[in-house]
């Protein structure tokens, strides 16, 4: 496998595509959490009509891939070619970088509890390991479903305030009862910093979840009040709606700013980031979004940055 050096020290490797003597313009990686899938986008000279049967890539080509950071961190990935388009000796690519079988398996199946279904659906390498009690003590049902529709749904029940992610090299989890940084910067100095939140409070945005009884039916059901909706399930499912409830409220947070690199840090999607900057309020952070850039070797690295509070 072949691979193309980055200005900061970084590498970037892709198997078949790489080992051909073609000229890359430009290469777009992008990965979010909350049940976004990671992509590839491949900008790059290509100096044969496709019709000839000689294309470097097909739809439905399975890759592998990694990123070398500068720290020699390896990142470990592989995806599959759903679109490719030749014009004026150019091929644009795009990969989904998750297993096909995640998007094109549609299925009715049981599963018995949260756990066993996000393992039965999740056709990569998790990353975090599930350790904590199911939050259903029953079965679960695929009903004509993808198993990435049916694994995402999963994902948000797994555990009261954890959020998650599809990110380059598997599916993980983040625990934000338990705030561990891996760093801490000073933001002002190494990112360009953008869209500050106006409000920092996360009072602003928070309420609970509260749990009632269903009068008449207080054995088998509650009623679940939520922001002034009010949901009715069943007792077994109950805790795996409150955190349905809870955890989505993350992806509509307003507590996020975006910053701007030249250099790849050894940082992933879902690390915890300790930030200090006279621009913020936000300190305790995590990375829910990040895309890398490549233009030629040019590199610019998009990170957002989120509060682990609502």
């Given at each position: 496998?072949?691979?193309?050096?980055?200005s900061?020290?970084?590498?970037?490797?892709?198997?078949?595509?790489?080992?051909?003597?073609?000229?890359?313009?430009?290469?777009?990686?992008?990965?979010?959490?909350?049940?976004?899938?990671?992509?590839?986008?491949?900008?790059?000279?290509?100096?044969?009509?496709p019709?000839?049967?000689?294309t470097t890539?097909?739809?439905n080509?399975?890759?592998?891939?990694?990123?070398?950071?500068?720290?020699?961190?390896?990142?470990?990935?592989?995806?599959?070619?759903?679109?490719f388009?030749?014009?004026?000796n150019?091929?644009?690519?795009?990969?989904?970088?998750?297993?096909?079988?995640?998007?094109?398996?549609?299925?009715?199946?049981?599963?018995s509890?949260?756990?066993?279904?996000?393992?039965?659906?999740?056709?990569?390498?998790?990353?975090?390991?599930?350790?904590?009690?199911?939050?259903?003590?029953?079965?679960?049902?695929?009903?004509?479903?993808?198993?990435?529709?049916?694994?995402?749904?999963?994902?948000?029940?797994?555990r009261?305030?954890?959020?998650?992610?599809?990110?380059?090299?598997?599916?993980?989890?983040?625990?934000?009862?338990?705030?561990?940084?891996?760093?801490?910067?000073?933001?002002?100095?190494?990112?360009?910093?953008?869209?500050?939140?106006?409000?920092?409070?996360?009072?602003?945005?928070?309420?609970?979840?509260?749990?009632?009884?269903?009068?008449?039916?207080?054995?088998?059901?509650?009623?679940?009040?939520?922001?002034?909706?009010?949901?009715?399930?069943?007792?077994?499912?109950?805790?795996?709606?409150?955190?349905?409830?809870?955890?989505?409220?993350?992806?509509?947070?307003?507590?996020?700013?975006?910053?701007?690199?030249?250099?790849?840090?050894?940082?992933?999607?879902?690390?915890?980031?300790?930030?200090?900057?006279?621009?913020?309020?936000?300190?305790?952070?995590?990375?829910?979004?990040?895309?890398?850039?490549?233009?030629?070797?040019?590199?610019?690295?998009?990170?957002t940055?989120?509060?682990?509070?609502?």
């Amino acid at each position: 496998m072949n691979y193309i050096q980055l200005s900061n020290g970084s590498t970037l490797g892709l198997e078949k595509l790489f080992d051909n003597n073609i000229v890359i313009n430009s290469v777009k990686l992008s990965e979010a959490m909350y049940g976004e899938l990671p992509t590839m986008d491949l900008d790059f000279d290509f100096n044969e009509d496709p019709k000839s049967g000689n294309t470097t890539l097909k739809v439905n080509d399975v890759l592998k891939g990694y990123l070398v950071y500068p720290n020699n961190q390896k990142e470990e990935f592989s995806g599959y070619v759903y679109s490719f388009n030749y014009y004026y000796n150019k091929m644009i690519v795009k990969l989904i970088l998750v297993d096909p079988d995640m998007l094109k398996t549609v299925q009715s199946t049981d599963y018995s509890g949260i756990i066993k279904a996000i393992q039965g659906t999740y056709k990569g390498t998790i990353l975090t390991q599930l350790s904590y009690s199911d939050p259903v003590n029953n079965d679960v049902y695929q009903r004509l479903e993808s198993n990435y529709e049916f694994c995402t749904r999963c994902c948000w029940m797994y555990r009261y305030n954890n959020v998650f992610g599809y990110s380059l090299s598997g599916l993980k989890f983040i625990d934000l009862n338990n705030y561990r940084p891996i760093d801490e910067v000073n933001a002002d100095a190494n990112f360009h910093i953008s869209n500050i939140p106006e409000y920092t409070d996360p009072k602003l945005y928070d309420q609970e979840v509260i749990e009632t009884n269903v009068i008449g039916d207080e054995e088998y059901h509650y009623n679940i009040n939520f922001y002034n909706r009010i949901y009715t399930v069943d007792r077994a499912y109950s805790d795996a709606m409150n955190n349905y409830l809870h955890n989505t409220r993350f992806k509509t947070s307003k507590l996020n700013f975006n910053a701007q690199s030249k250099y790849l840090f050894p940082y992933k999607l879902g690390d915890m980031i300790k930030v200090e900057s006279s621009q913020l309020n936000i300190n305790d952070t995590f990375i829910s979004k990040r895309i890398i850039d490549i233009q030629k070797s040019d590199l610019t690295v998009y990170y957002t940055l989120q509060s682990i509070r609502i």
